[in-house]
């Protein structure tokens, strides 16, 4: 009765895009190397790739000066991915235009009064974007659904009965009606039991996989610049149905249908209502209610977490306390089997298209504790996707526990750790009153998840808004947490960390070190010969020596001796320096003070905005010239006078200094 016409148009849309050979030439670019998973960690050349980027947000309309600036500063700081996160963006656009013409954020057509969802749009913008990336060595990484929504005359997608799609535009029309992050919710959790929306996912798959890069002629789910695929962001049937009850104002035509699944994966597994009854049965707990019957397609949508429950009447109606275990376990299984299968036909769909590498379905905001362990068990979770978001209303030299030490969220994974790749791909301080301990967020990040075995980090965000660009000097006023580039101090302390963590230098912990179950409890401090964490009034300090790596922050002016590197710090501040060895006769010095305060609810990130003091000193070495460096990576200015130290002064933030050994009568005193 149903018949799908999308993939004969979607073959005419792709030949009629060109598609055409292409054939490689001596100006062909060279193909980034292929990410791929060996055990738990990501590949890249037969080494072990640790990602240190950001999510990034638009960057298809900007001015060719302003996009080369931008990559070229990205590069700077060390970023080797990108998660393009604005792609599939259908309700919220990139700023004005030029002209003052609306833009859209990504690939997919903008705004409620489109026609349909179907075609691209900015494709040649986007391969513009990825070939300035590429040629800088970044990786790209998508996420299929992140705010994408349809509208009534997207249902021409599939042909079903006259009543049937009228009612689906009827229920779209009211799905659009609700704000912004109800209808966003919704429409991830859509495809897997709606067969048009299903439709239309596999439709911007096909559309999106099949393109070609102009430049190189590869398809873009053959190329290897396209590191990482996932399917769907923070959402998940969990997601929507159980933990964050997005599903309370849908629609009733889709959740009808909902619980028509629901219903029948109870008759599936459940001879007969009076089994289902029997096995539901708990003393002084809610089971199979009176009012419902799997044979009539109506039991509940239940039980759910309690989480989002209002009242206690609430509660007692919809609550999981309430109900019995079998029952919260079938539905659970339920809620994964729904997901499960929806990946897999994924799966198959981007095997069809080219690509043949691991993909991942969603992160740790729809897969939470509740569900992880049957995704762990699955074979649907090469690697795990987290969104560790941690509070910036904390001190990170004087509170005991920190909860940058273990796995926000994730709390699925023992304390042992995990045994796949594990990926932050998104993460920063969740506060929007950022205080002064996010500068210190980074050198934190790179230590402990480096001693936990992780495996990178996309920090959010990093916006290529063409308006955001455009005002830099409001952009700085207005700094929230996701506007990381203009959080100035912050980017010295994210590029010197990034180097840290990208080293991986710091040795991942046994499996079986207890310091790992401390860690789970969120403790930490910490020692062993690379790393020392203490907390505390006139003890706080924590420091970092490795190979090429001295650093340490501490609020106190103190001299630390790292081996042979001697840090001494004459001022009273959120003092963090790190001292990377570039060569034997070249080291860079990042030195960062407090920024800003920790005030809820206050935006407060410049005021006091303070230099770190002091001098860095390599044993046997002088100094021949220092450079001191801005956050665009140019040098400000170069200082030739042969000395002892590298003197850290105020205003700035990074020194890149040539050293010569003593000579033989010793280093002068």
Same mark, same amino acid.
């Given at each position: 009765?149903? =018949? #799908?016409?999308?993939? /004969?148009?979607?073959?005419? @849309?792709? !030949?009629?895009?060109?598609? *055409? $050979?292409?054939?490689?030439?001596?100006?062909?670019?060279?193909?980034?190397?292929?990410?791929?998973?060996?055990?738990?960690?990501?590949?890249?050349?037969?080494?072990?790739?640790?990602?240190?980027?950001?999510?990034?947000?638009?960057?298809?309309?900007?001015?060719?000066?302003?996009?080369?600036?931008?990559?070229?500063?990205?590069?700077?700081?060390?970023?080797?991915?990108?998660?393009?996160?604005?792609?599939?963006?259908?309700?919220?656009?990139?700023?004005?235009?030029?002209?003052?013409?609306?833009?859209?954020?990504?690939?997919?057509?903008?705004?409620?009064?489109?026609?349909?969802?179907?075609?691209?749009?900015?494709?040649?913008?986007?391969? =513009? #974007?990825?070939?300035? /990336?590429?040629?800088?060595? @970044?990786? !790209?990484?998508?996420?299929? *659904? $992140?705010?994408?929504?349809?509208?009534?005359?997207?249902?021409?997608?599939?042909?079903?009965?006259?009543?049937?799609?009228?009612?689906?535009?009827?229920?779209?029309?009211?799905?659009?009606?609700?704000?912004?992050?109800?209808?966003?919710?919704?429409?991830?959790?859509?495809?897997?039991?709606?067969?048009?929306?299903?439709?239309?996912?596999?439709?911007?798959?096909?559309?999106?996989?099949?393109?070609?890069?102009?430049?190189?002629?590869?398809?873009?789910?053959?190329?290897?610049?396209?590191?990482?695929?996932?399917?769907?962001?923070?959402?998940?049937?969990?997601?929507?149905?159980?933990?964050?009850?997005?599903?309370?104002?849908?629609?009733?035509?889709?959740?009808?249908?909902?619980?028509?699944?629901?219903?029948?994966?109870?008759?599936?597994?459940?001879?007969?209502?009076?089994?289902?009854?029997?096995?539901?049965?708990?003393?002084?707990?809610?089971?199979?209610?009176?009012?419902?019957?799997?044979?009539?397609?109506?039991?509940?949508?239940?039980?759910?977490?309690?989480?989002?429950?209002?009242?206690?009447?609430?509660?007692?109606?919809?609550?999981?306390?309430?109900?019995?275990?079998?029952?919260?376990?079938?539905?659970?299984?339920?809620?994964?089997?729904?997901?499960?299968?929806?990946?897999?036909?994924?799966?198959?769909?981007?095997?069809?298209?080219?690509?043949?590498?691991?993909?991942?379905?969603?992160?740790?905001?729809?897969?939470?504790?509740?569900?992880?362990?049957?995704?762990?068990?699955?074979?649907?979770?090469?690697?795990?996707?987290?969104?560790?978001?941690?509070?910036?209303?904390?001190?990170?030299?004087?509170?005991?526990?920190?909860?940058?030490?273990?796995?926000?969220?994730?709390?699925?994974?023992?304390?042992?750790?995990?045994?796949?790749?594990?990926?932050?791909?998104?993460?920063?301080?969740?506060?929007?009153?950022?205080?002064?301990?996010?500068?210190?967020?980074?050198?934190?990040?790179?230590?402990?998840?480096?001693?936990?075995?992780?495996?990178?980090?996309?920090?959010?965000?990093?916006?290529?808004?063409?308006?955001?660009?455009?005002?830099?000097?409001?952009?700085?006023?207005?700094?929230?947490?996701?506007?990381?580039?203009?959080?100035?101090?912050?980017?010295?302390?994210?590029?010197?960390?990034?180097?840290?963590?990208?080293?991986?230098?710091?040795?991942?912990?046994?499996?079986?070190?207890?310091?790992?179950?401390?860690?789970?409890?969120?403790?930490?401090?910490?020692?062993?010969?690379?790393?020392?964490?203490?907390?505390?009034?006139?003890?706080?300090?924590?420091?970092?020596?490795?190979?090429?790596?001295?650093?340490?922050?501490?609020?106190?002016?103190?001299?630390?001796?790292?081996?042979?590197?001697?840090?001494?710090?004459?001022?009273?501040?959120?003092?963090?320096?790190?001292?990377?060895?570039?060569?034997?006769?070249?080291?860079?010095?990042?030195?960062?003070?407090?920024?800003?305060?920790?005030?809820?609810?206050?935006?407060?990130?410049?005021?006091?905005?303070?230099?770190?003091?002091?001098?860095?000193?390599?044993?046997?070495?002088?100094?021949?010239?220092?450079?001191?460096?801005?956050?665009?990576?140019?040098?400000?200015?170069?200082?030739?006078?042969?000395?002892?130290?590298?003197?850290?002064?105020?205003?700035?933030?990074?020194?890149?200094?040539?050293?010569?050994?003593?000579?033989?009568?010793?280093?002068?005193?």
């Amino acid at each position: 009765m149903r =018949r #799908l016409f999308y993939t /004969l148009a979607t073959f005419l @849309i792709c !030949v009629c895009a060109g598609f *055409s $050979v292409h054939t490689a030439t001596a100006d062909t670019p060279k193909p980034l190397p292929r990410i791929t998973i060996q055990g738990d960690k990501f590949v890249a050349d037969g080494k072990e790739f640790k990602i240190w980027g950001f999510n990034q947000g638009h960057g298809l309309h900007l001015p060719d000066s302003l996009l080369k600036q931008n990559v070229d500063q990205l590069a700077f700081l060390g970023v080797n991915m990108l998660r393009l996160h604005t792609i599939d963006w259908t309700y919220w656009g990139d700023s004005r235009g030029p002209s003052g013409e609306s833009l859209e954020a990504g690939l997919l057509p903008l705004g409620p009064e489109r026609r349909d969802t179907w075609h691209l749009v900015n494709v040649d913008q986007f391969y =513009r #974007l990825l070939d300035a /990336l590429r040629e800088r060595g @970044i990786y !790209v990484a998508i996420t299929l *659904s $992140v705010a994408s929504d349809y509208v009534p005359g997207d249902a021409d997608i599939l042909r079903t009965t006259p009543e049937d799609a009228a009612a689906w535009k009827q229920a779209i029309a009211e799905l659009n009606q609700l704000r912004d992050g109800d209808r966003l919710q919704a429409y991830k959790t859509l495809p897997v039991f709606d067969e048009r929306c299903n439709a239309l996912r596999k439709w911007w798959i096909t559309n999106l996989l099949s393109l070609k890069n102009p430049q190189t002629g590869v398809k873009l789910a053959e190329d290897s610049q396209l590191a990482l695929l996932n399917t769907v962001n923070e959402s998940s049937m969990w997601g929507a149905f159980f933990r964050n009850n997005h599903a309370k104002d849908m629609p009733a035509y889709f959740m009808n249908k909902a619980q028509k699944a629901w219903n029948d994966w109870l008759r599936k597994k459940y001879k007969n209502p009076a089994a289902l009854a029997e096995a539901w049965k708990q003393e002084g707990k809610k089971g199979l209610l009176s009012s419902e019957s799997p044979d009539a397609g109506t039991v509940k949508l239940l039980p759910i977490d309690p989480v989002t429950l209002k009242t206690e009447e609430e509660k007692k109606d919809k609550s999981h306390e309430y109900y019995s275990r079998q029952r919260y376990d079938d539905f659970l299984q339920f809620l994964f089997d729904m997901d499960a299968a929806h990946q897999r036909k994924m799966l198959a769909l981007f095997k069809q298209l080219g690509w043949d590498r691991p993909a991942g379905y969603g992160d740790s905001v729809g897969i939470g504790p509740d569900i992880g362990k049957y995704w762990l068990k699955s074979d649907l979770l090469p690697y795990i996707e987290e969104h560790p978001y941690d509070s910036g209303m904390i001190d990170l030299f004087m509170w005991y526990k920190i909860r940058v030490c273990t796995y926000c969220g994730t709390n699925y994974i023992s304390w042992e750790g995990q045994d796949r790749p594990m990926w932050a791909s998104e993460i920063r301080c969740a506060d929007e009153a950022l205080g002064w301990t996010r500068i210190l967020f980074p050198y934190y990040v790179a230590i402990y998840h480096s001693l936990q075995g992780r495996d990178g980090c996309t920090w959010h965000v990093w916006s290529m808004e063409r308006g955001h660009l455009l005002n830099n000097d409001l952009m700085a006023r207005n700094l929230n947490r996701f506007h990381c580039n203009w959080d100035i101090p912050w980017l010295f302390a994210y590029r010197a960390a990034g180097r840290l963590f990208k080293s991986g230098e710091i040795r991942e912990l046994p499996k079986d070190d207890r310091n790992r179950e401390r860690f789970s409890r969120w403790e930490g401090n910490f020692k062993n010969d690379q790393v020392q964490r203490v907390h505390g009034e006139n003890a706080a300090i924590t420091t970092v020596k490795t190979k090429h790596f001295r650093a340490v922050a501490t609020p106190y002016p103190q001299t630390v001796q790292l081996g042979d590197v001697t840090i001494r710090l004459t001022s009273k501040t959120a003092n963090l320096v790190i001292v990377e060895k570039l060569s034997p006769d070249e080291i860079e010095i990042t030195a960062v003070g407090k920024s800003g305060e920790v005030e809820r609810d206050k935006t407060n990130h410049f005021d006091p905005l303070e230099f770190v003091e002091g001098s860095v000193r390599v044993e046997g070495k002088t100094v021949e010239s220092i450079q001191h460096i801005d956050h665009y990576g140019q040098v400000i200015e170069t200082i030739r006078d042969s000395r002892l130290d590298v003197p850290l002064i105020p205003g700035v933030r990074l020194y890149r200094a040539r050293l010569k050994n003593c000579n033989p009568m010793g280093c002068p005193s």
